[in-house]
Every structure is written in structure tokens, then in C-alpha cells.
T-cell receptor, first 112, second 113 residues
């Protein structure tokens, strides 16, 4: 597609439920990144994919967070047993080579 | 680990005034990137600087990369209300030239008409 597509755009979930967030990067972009942004805060790195492999998972906050990427394209970020502190905007970005990131519009996750 | 600091955290200006935000990295960077996030929006890539001492201009925006490749600045001349937003700098981690970016905490710019 023309840009990075994320779905859903908004998600309200009950504490303790699992959620899946989807990212569809720009076609041909080999690198894909997940970041988290809490209200009024900066960008917190979660995980980075190069192709289907994840060379850097160092930002995942706990083992409740996992992510995968299939076919070198779509990625899914899964949060199990959601907690209120997981509430944030989850941003996906993709890039090719040494070029800058193209971000998606994000998924706003609210845990109630 | 690598840290990227930005100052100021907030800047309020009258339309027509100039604005500068500064970015400092704890480590030498292979390149530095700047992003703009409008209120309610997502970060949008503005520019990448690679060479020591590099200066690039985009209309009223001037970007500089320090000689030691550890600091950078963004200067906006004669701000307009369309410049409102948060400006982030970011650099690659671990001395690489690609991959994961570490972002500064951003400078929130407010422009009063």
C-alpha cells in the first residue's frame, strides 16, 4: 500500500483480556518497528524486525508482550492479560535501507 | 545504554518568532533524524543528517549535525501556526547506521497567533 496501515485504530479492552494489534508495512520495506507512546510522552521502543526475524526484542516490557512477522510483511503485536499500564498508542513503522521511518497512524489501546 | 536528550521540553512562541530545539546523544551517531508529530497525529520523517558538521535547509527549517556527531539542532525561522507540534530527534543505536532508533523525548512547540 501507499503507507503503513494499522488496525484497529482504537481498541478498548477489559483488564485481563488479550489483544492483537496489526501492522501492514509499506510494500518492499524490509524493516518493521513497534513503538509505544503514552499520553504526552516520547516514543518507547518495543521490537524491531528485519525480514521475519527479530534481532532486537529488548524493548518488550514483559513476557505478556510478543510479536511476529510473517512473509516479510504483516506484523502482529499481541498483549496477553492486559493491564491498565498497557494503555497507550502503539505505533508501527517501516523502513528500507538507511532511510527514515514511515509511521502508521497507530492503535490507541485503552484498558479498563 | 544510549540516551538522546532534547531541550527545551516545551517552547511557546508568538507567530513570527524564531524557534530552536537542541538534541544531544550520549554516544556518537552515524546519522541523526528529525521527525514532527502534529497534535493527535503520528510522527512524520523530516530529514536525515549523516556528515559531521552538515547543515540542511527545508524552507524555514534549518537542521545542523555537530562536528562530533553527538548533537544536532533544528531551527525554525519566523514560526507559523502550522509549525505547531512535537519535534523529535532520533539516532540509531549501538553505533549502527540503521535499525532501531532511540528517540529524544521531544520538544513541544506552541505558536500563538
Amino acid at each position: 500500500g501507499a503507507g503503513v496501515s494499522q488496525s484497529p485504530s482504537n481498541k478498548v479492552t477489559e483488564k485481563g483480556k488479550d489483544v492483537e494489534l496489526r501492522c501492514d508495512p509499506i510494500s518492499g520495506h524490509t524493516a518493521l518497528y513497534w513503538y509505544r507512546q503514552s499520553l504526552g510522552q516520547g516514543l518507547e521502543f518495543l521490537i524491531y524486525f528485519q525480514g521475519n526475524s527479530a534481532p532486537d526484542k529488548s524493548g518488550l516490557p514483559s513476557d505478556r508482550f510478543s510479536a511476529e512477522r510473517t512473509g516479510g510483511s504483516v506484523s502482529t503485536l499481541t498483549i496477553q492479560r492486559t493491564q491498565q499500564e498497557d494503555s497507550a498508542v502503539y505505533l508501527c513503522a517501516s523502513s528500507f535501507g538507511q532511510n527514515g521511518y514511515t509511521f502508521g497512524s497507530g492503535t490507541r489501546l485503552t484498558v479498563v | 545504554g544510549q540516551q538522546v536528550m532534547q531541550i527545551p521540553q516545551y517552547q511557546h512562541v508568538q507567530e513570527g518568532e524564531d524557534f530552536t530545539t537542541y538534541c544531544n546523544s550520549s554516544t556518537t551517531l552515524s546519522n541523526i533524524q528529525w521527525y514532527k508529530q502534529r497534535p493527535g497525529g503520528h510522527p512524520v520523517f523530516l530529514i536525515q543528517l549523516v556528515k559531521s558538521g552538515e547543515v540542511k535547509k527545508q524552507k524555514r527549517l534549518t537542521f545542523q549535525f555537530g562536528e562530533a556527531k553527538k548533537n544536532s539542532s533544528l531551527h525554525i525561522t519566523a514560526t507559523q501556526t502550522t509549525d505547531v507540534g512535537t519535534y523529535f530527534c532520533a539516532g540509531p543505536s549501538g553505533g549502527t547506521s540503521y535499525g532501531k532508533l532511540t528517540f529524544g523525548q521531544g520538544t513541544i512547540l506552541t505558536v500563538h497567533p
